[in-house]
């Protein structure tokens, strides 16, 4: 019983997470309004099993990415608020590792939906 207690727990700290992903950062907010565009912009064009799939990744896998960008930037507040030249490349790589995954992410909702025009 210890066991699934844990679990739950653990599911319990994951949704807290997410919660404070949405509620405070404002650049996932920007993300979910463009992957709410886009999941409207599927049922529209009925993109296929496959496209969803990819979809999906894509929506998912921006939102992971930008969650790690905040953990590390809590993180790296939590070490040293002074202007540390490290804890700067640190944050600028996780904030451009997001910003890459959108580039892809834009790149591929482009395959899928420009020729459905």
Known sequence: MNYL????AAFSFAFKGIFYLF????????HLFAA????VGGFLFRINAIEWCIISICIG???MAEAFN??????ADKISLDKDPLIGIAKDLSA??????????I?????IFIPKF
């Open 23 to 30: 509620s405070h950062e404002s650049h996932a907010i920007i």
């Open 70 to 75: 905040t953990a590390i930037e809590k993180l």
């Open 36 to 39: 709410v565009v886009v999941i």
């Open 96 to 105: 451009g590792a997001v910003l890459l995954f959108s580039i892809s992410t």
């Open 61 to 63: 896998s921006v939102f």
């Open 107 to 111: 790149i591929v909702a482009a395959i």
């Open 5 to 8: 207690k844990k679990r739950i």
